[in-house]
């Protein structure tokens, strides 16, 4: 048995199809039965459990009752067919599946992953064992082959993600295989922390995951000797030599996969992939800069293709698009089953922002593609792309894979290769098509810019050529995107007709205040409300409403003579602050004094570790590294967009005056509660009239 084929989840920002994993389990050949479920843990974390029935022999085994073999097995066969991030955390095995009168499985009756019946009888096999003197005073099993670090990070990872004690934790454990996620490695670092007295970066579990990895690299951290101190084994002398051997070529092959990366060489590299244009580019399209009424009547509007559509900045995009060209048809690029169920995800994702309007369904103005970033050709089908090669007039590439701890490796295929291909639609059919590629600030943030900045007095001038950001950048995000970027520049060397838009912090709509409150601004105000404190930061920040950002995105893909710049900078220049946006909180009535760094830092990591719902928790790699320098970002000159909007008369709107505006859509969708000091506060935050779909979260990348 398995579940519907056309079921979508979304964890951590990706799409899964549930039915695609039961489907894969259902081929396993010691798996009679089993479904695949989203539960929520104790943190609230989203998480794939997997409810399995072995075969008959598999069920009678008396040497492995709780099934671990199976499961690791199970484990890496998923891994061989499927993404990591659809291989399931939890397995849950089961002697049956429980049937509603319908012979439907009943998901409701399936118990949650802390109270499995197979493991239930492992601990009460366990519990009869100790009651008849057996098993009394015993330790986790395989403790005993660990060397006394491991053995400490052992129990500590046991804790953190609540493992059995009957469960044996082997040197080559993988802390994400166990059922961690980027939540519990926050509160698992912050515990070694605290257990074993080692300053242990935030990063350690990413850079090594592994129970012997992390251990040796703890080992590293506090003793320059290396595995020579604490990660001394606990059994024999020839033991010790292994292990320490065995320890140290973990570490080294861990070591070399996370080295530094060269995303520069990378580029370079990928430079032989881009695709050569099959005509020279000779105008712009005039369907495109002409308005309606300059067409003959009858004639067709501009068609678009854009990725990224149900994405919060894309959805703005494709409203933009079609209240710039009443008459024109975007093609929406879309993860799904089916294009019904693709169309139906742009249309929730619309109506959420309330943005969506039924004529243009009616009328074909919005269609949906099936497609996915990561695979060849953006795994159009082939009827689908030629389509596109031959209708598409622009392509806006604006989906992406954003993620705050991936590494470039992660990002490559969804931010990096989807461009290659973008620019291989658009080098197809008669004549080259524009292409506007939405990027990011990420890509300049290094002290270059910093430093350039005052040095010269102005902002990073839209000219600059990014090498001051070819070493340095240390988010995986802001490294796919400086490399898609060099690729854009080389391609717009060899006459493709590409131009790039760079925003910075993209905030919620300037009308409504619908934002994405998966975002780190709002997640660091709705932090400092929960722990009563701001720190005290005087960094400019550059947040600019979505409806502005996308604006400049049409304008981009629209104008002829954005063809003058190739990149677009998204500005606001009143200079808003950290620290503004923090006075206006408590200008609003929430009382939170300002608070020194330091001492906020410190009593926010107190406040973490004992209130896992801290909307800082999955960000505290960021806040707790030293937040007022990894803020700190370079001006930026924006003098090609001012060019393009000063023709349509367009300005960034104040971010100060719309506070109150994005304060009120948070509190009415309960992301903060409502400021308990209103009826004295200076300002009262302002009614909305709009109707609340859904909460906004950052989506996954199409």
Same mark, same amino acid.
Request: charged letters at 25%.
């Given at each position: 048995?398995?579940?519907?084929?056309?079921?979508?989840?979304?964890?951590?920002?990706?799409?899964?199809?549930?039915?695609?994993?039961?489907?894969?389990?259902?081929?396993?050949?010691?798996?009679?039965?089993?479904?695949?479920?989203?539960?929520?843990?104790?943190?609230?974390?989203?998480?794939?459990?997997?409810?399995?029935?072995?075969?008959?022999?598999?069920?009678?085994?008396?040497?492995?009752?709780?099934?671990?073999?199976?499961?690791?097995?199970?484990?890496?066969?998923?891994?061989?067919?499927?993404? %990591?991030?659809?291989?399931?955390?939890?397995?849950?095995?089961?002697?049956?599946?429980?049937?509603?009168?319908?012979?439907?499985?009943?998901?409701?009756?399936?118990?949650?992953?802390?109270?499995?019946?197979?493991?239930?009888? %492992?601990?009460?096999?366990?519990?009869?064992?100790?009651?008849?003197?057996?098993?009394?005073?015993?330790?986790?099993?395989?403790?005993?082959?660990?060397?006394?670090?491991?053995?400490?990070?052992?129990?500590?990872?046991?804790?953190?993600?609540?493992?059995?004690?009957?469960?044996?934790?082997?040197?080559?454990?993988?802390?994400?295989?166990?059922?961690?996620?980027?939540?519990? +490695?926050?509160?698992?670092?912050?515990?070694?922390?605290?257990?074993?007295?080692?300053?242990?970066?935030?990063?350690?579990?990413?850079?090594?995951?592994?129970?012997?990895?992390?251990?040796?690299?703890?080992?590293?951290?506090?003793?320059?000797?290396?595995?020579?101190?604490?990660?001394?084994?606990?059994?024999?002398?020839?033991?010790?030599?292994?292990?320490?051997?065995?320890?140290?070529?973990?570490? +080294?092959?861990?070591?070399?996969?996370?080295?530094?990366?060269?995303?520069?060489?990378?580029?370079? +590299?990928?430079?032989?992939?881009?695709?050569?244009?099959?005509?020279?580019?000779?105008?712009?399209?005039?369907?495109?800069?002409?308005?309606?009424?300059?067409?003959?009547?009858?004639?067709?509007?501009?068609?678009?293709?854009?990725?990224?559509?149900?994405?919060?900045?894309?959805?703005?995009?494709?409203?933009?698009?079609?209240?710039?060209?009443?008459?024109?048809?975007?093609?929406?690029?879309?993860?799904?089953?089916?294009?019904?169920?693709?169309?139906?995800?742009?249309?929730?994702?619309?109506?959420?922002?309330?943005?969506?309007?039924?004529?243009?369904?009616?009328?074909?103005?919005?269609?949906?593609?099936?497609?996915?970033?990561?695979?060849?050709?953006?795994?159009?089908?082939?009827?689908?792309?030629?389509?596109?090669?031959?209708?598409?007039?622009?392509?806006?590439?604006?989906?992406?894979?954003?993620?705050?701890?991936?590494?470039?490796?992660?990002?490559?295929?969804?931010?990096?290769?989807?461009?290659?291909?973008?620019?291989?639609?658009?080098?197809?059919?008669?004549?080259?098509?524009?292409?506007?590629?939405?990027? %990011?600030?990420?890509? !300049?943030?290094?002290?270059?810019?910093?430093?350039?900045?005052?040095?010269?007095? %102005?902002?990073?001038?839209?000219?600059?050529?990014?090498?001051?950001?070819?070493?340095?950048?240390?988010?995986?995000?802001?490294?796919?995107?400086?490399?898609?970027?060099?690729?854009?520049?080389?391609?717009?060397?060899?006459?493709?007709?590409?131009?790039?838009?760079?925003?910075?912090?993209?905030?919620?709509?300037?009308?409504?205040?619908?934002?994405?409150?998966?975002?780190?601004?709002?997640?660091?105000?709705?932090?400092?409300?929960?722990?009563?404190?701001?720190?005290?930061?005087?960094?400019?920040?550059?947040?600019?409403?979505?409806?502005?950002?996308?604006?400049?995105?049409?304008?981009?893909?629209?104008?002829?003579?954005?063809?003058?710049?190739?990149?677009?900078?998204?500005?606001?220049?009143?200079?808003?602050?950290?620290?503004?946006?923090?006075?206006?909180?408590?200008?609003?009535?929430?009382?939170?004094?300002?608070?020194?760094?330091?001492?906020?830092?410190?009593?926010?990591?107190?406040?973490?570790?004992?209130?896992?719902?801290?909307?800082?928790?999955?960000? !505290?790699?960021?806040?707790?590294?030293?937040?007022?320098?990894?803020?700190?970002?370079?001006?930026?000159?924006?003098?090609?967009?001012?060019?393009?909007?000063?023709?349509?008369?367009?300005?960034?709107?104040?971010?100060?005056?719309?506070?109150?505006?994005?304060? +009120?859509?948070?509190?009415?969708?309960?992301?903060?509660?409502?400021?308990?000091?209103?009826?004295?506060?200076?300002?009262?935050?302002?009614?909305?009239?709009?109707?609340?779909?859904?909460?906004?979260?950052?989506?996954?990348?199409?």
């Amino acid at each position: 048995c398995i579940g519907r084929i056309d079921d979508q989840v979304k964890i951590r920002g990706f799409r899964i199809e549930l039915g695609e994993i039961n489907n894969m389990l259902s081929q396993h050949p010691q798996i009679r039965a089993n479904v695949t479920l989203v539960r929520r843990d104790k943190y609230e974390e989203k998480t794939l459990v997997a409810y399995i029935v072995p075969n008959e022999e598999e069920q009678q085994r008396a040497d492995d009752p709780g099934h671990r073999k199976l499961i690791d097995n199970l484990r890496e066969y998923l891994k061989q067919k499927l993404p %990591s991030y659809s291989v399931p955390s939890v397995f849950v095995p089961m002697k049956k599946l429980p049937l509603t009168p319908n012979g439907k499985i009943d998901k409701a009756a399936l118990p949650f992953p802390d109270t499995p019946l197979f493991r239930t009888a %492992s601990r009460q096999s366990s519990s009869a064992e100790e009651r008849e003197g057996t098993g009394a005073g015993e330790q986790r099993p395989g403790l005993d082959r660990l060397t006394a670090t491991e053995r400490l990070l052992c129990e500590i990872w046991a804790s953190v993600i609540d493992l059995p004690p009957t469960l044996e934790i082997e040197p080559t454990a993988n802390f994400f295989d166990l059922g961690g996620h980027s939540i519990l +490695a926050t509160r698992m670092i912050f515990q070694v922390r605290k257990d074993m007295a080692v300053d242990a970066p935030l990063s350690l579990v990413f850079k090594h995951p592994t129970l012997r990895g992390m251990a040796a690299a703890l080992d590293n951290l506090s003793n320059e000797l290396g595995l020579m101190g604490s990660g001394a084994p606990v059994t024999a002398q020839k033991s010790k030599s292994q292990q320490a051997k065995a320890a140290e070529k973990e570490l +080294a092959v861990e070591e070399e996969e996370e080295e530094e990366f060269d995303y520069s060489a990378e580029a370079k +590299a990928l430079m032989a992939e881009l695709p050569a244009l099959k005509s020279a580019y000779l105008h712009y399209p005039a369907i495109l800069s002409q308005g309606l009424e300059y067409r003959p009547t009858g004639s067709r509007g501009p068609v678009f293709f854009l990725t990224g559509a149900t994405g919060f900045l894309g959805v703005f995009i494709l409203a933009g698009l079609l209240q710039r060209h009443p008459d024109a048809t975007v093609y929406c690029l879309t993860r799904a089953p089916s294009v019904e169920a693709a169309l139906g995800r742009v249309r929730k994702t619309a109506k959420a922002h309330h943005l969506w309007k039924d004529e243009w369904e009616a009328s074909g103005s919005v269609k949906a593609v099936l497609g996915d970033l990561s695979r060849p050709r953006l795994g159009l089908s082939d009827s689908d792309w030629d389509m596109l090669t031959k209708n598409a007039d622009a392509i806006v590439h604006n989906g992406a894979l954003v993620h705050w701890v991936y590494p470039y490796s992660k990002l490559r295929g969804p931010n990096v290769l989807s461009t290659i291909e973008a620019l291989k639609l658009a080098a197809a059919g008669p004549t080259p098509k524009p292409l506007t590629f939405v990027s %990011s600030t990420s890509a !300049l943030d290094t002290p270059h810019y910093v430093r350039l900045c005052e040095e010269l007095q %102005s902002g990073v001038p839209e000219s600059d050529d990014l090498s001051g950001s070819e070493r340095g950048l240390r988010s995986g995000y802001g490294q796919s995107k400086w490399v898609a970027e060099r690729l854009l520049r080389e391609a717009r060397q060899r006459g493709f007709p590409v131009t790039i838009v760079r925003p910075g912090y993209v905030v919620g709509d300037s009308k409504t205040g619908v934002t994405n409150t998966d975002d780190f601004i709002w997640r660091l105000v709705k932090g400092c409300i929960q722990l009563g404190q701001t720190p005290i930061m005087n960094n400019v920040v550059n947040m600019c409403p979505v409806d502005y950002v996308a604006r400049v995105v049409v304008e981009v893909i629209t104008q002829p003579r954005a063809l003058d710049g190739l990149v677009y900078h998204v500005v606001n220049s009143e200079g808003f602050r950290f620290q503004t946006m923090f006075d206006l909180l408590r200008e609003y009535g929430y009382p939170v004094p300002d608070t020194e760094y330091i001492k906020w830092r410190d009593s926010l990591m107190d406040f973490t570790l004992s209130h896992t719902d801290s909307a800082l928790y999955p960000l !505290l790699h960021f806040v707790l590294d030293d937040l007022p320098t990894s803020t700190k970002s370079a001006d930026l000159d924006d003098s090609n967009t001012r060019s393009v909007l000063d023709a349509v008369g367009v300005r960034c709107p104040s971010i100060k005056d719309l506070m109150g505006i994005y304060l +009120a859509y948070l509190v009415k969708v309960g992301f903060v509660d409502v400021p308990p000091n209103a009826s004295s506060a200076e300002k009262t935050l302002p009614e909305l009239d709009i109707e609340v779909h859904d909460v906004i979260t950052r989506t996954s990348q199409n």
